[in-house]
């Protein structure tokens, strides 16, 4: 005769890996709750913030001038900020996905980081105490005979580098909007493009307006649409709380002797006010209106190390 009871399975295993189950969801809620508490608590000397600045931005942070930025931040938020200047643009972009929390890069380096990472402006960059944005121009020597961009068809223009909003996207599509064919060369800063054009060893540079003011030596042929100054931003997780007093941080930053003073070495930076995300869409329309043709313009090399760190060139 068959006993019955060897046909009822033990439920002991079902509730030992239903326990396992709830052990491991409930460490998981734990670990994300103490990581919500470490972000509340003010300074933690182990981790600080890292604020990244572009190698521009960066360039007349000396030592000294670091560690008062530091200071100031520290006085007027609370948190621990440890002060980082990106060697590369890519650099600077891809920390956004690792170690980075607050930044300033140029406008279309914290638009791919935005792209890519979820990035979100909270203030606007002043410059000769209030402009919010400027132009980009193309700029010719003024005793050469180039009246028009469509004279430059298979000439030389010297650009800043394949990141720069006024130094090569935006006066790249007005080459492109000319239906004209270019050699480009990118001198990697906006001193050194004009520098190439005032030697002679291009026929034409791109930078900023406020760059050739009063330059008689150069003569402007083509200018772009006005483009929005770059925001300070913040990494996509960081806690809104957190995000507010750093922003007033700022803001008491740039409203002080010392802070102005710091603020002025940053690229010439004389003040700050709110800003968001929205003010900034019309940059990417204009990237994406400039879309293959300017692409086509970029290096292969550029192009490879953007693909292999997971970073698409158009956001």
């Not at 083509?222 to 995000?243: G, M, S, V």
């Amino acid at each position: 005769m068959t006993d019955p009871t060897r046909s009822i399975r033990t439920p002991w295993p079902w509730i030992t890996a239903g326990l396992v189950v709830l052990l491991c969801v409930a460490a998981i809620v734990s670990s994300i709750l103490a990581s919500r508490r470490n972000e509340n608590a003010g300074v933690d000397p182990a981790k600080p913030l890292v604020f990244l600045m572009s190698a521009d931005h960066g360039m007349r942070l000396t030592a000294d001038r670091r560690a008062k930025l530091e200071e100031l931040l520290k006085k007027e938020s609370g948190f621990e900020v440890k002060v980082e200047v990106a060697a590369t643009p890519l650099e600077a972009i891809e920390a956004f996905g690792t170690r980075a929390d607050i930044g300033l890069l140029p406008i279309f380096q914290y638009l791919l980081a935005r792209h890519e990472y979820g990035v979100q402006a909270g203030l606007q960059v002043l410059r000769r105490n209030g402009p919010t944005g400027y132009a980009g121009v193309l700029v010719v020597r003024n005793a050469d005979p180039i009246l028009a961009v469509t004279d430059l068809a298979g000439k030389k223009i010297a650009y800043v580098d394949p990141y720069s909003t006024s130094g090569f996207i935006f006066p790249a599509k007005i080459v492109a909007d000319a239906h004209i064919k270019v050699v480009p060369e990118f001198a990697g800063g906006h001193q050194m493009a004009l520098d190439a054009l005032r030697s002679g060893r291009v026929d034409a540079a791109a930078t900023y307006s406020a760059a050739v003011a009063g330059d008689t030596g150069f003569r402007i042929i083509a200018q772009t649409d006005i483009i929005p100054n770059e925001p300070i931003f913040y990494r996509a997780d960081l806690l809104p709380e957190k995000r507010d007093q750093l922003t007033k941080a700022f803001m008491k930053l740039a409203e002080s002797g010392e802070g102005q003073e710091l603020l002025s070495s940053l690229a010439d930076i004389t003040g700050l006010q709110p800003s968001s995300d929205q003010d900034y869409l019309g940059v990417i329309a204009t990237a994406r209106a400039a879309g293959k043709s300017v692409f086509e313009l970029v290096p292969e090399g550029v192009l490879v190390e953007s693909r292999r760190r997971g970073i698409e060139y158009i956001p």
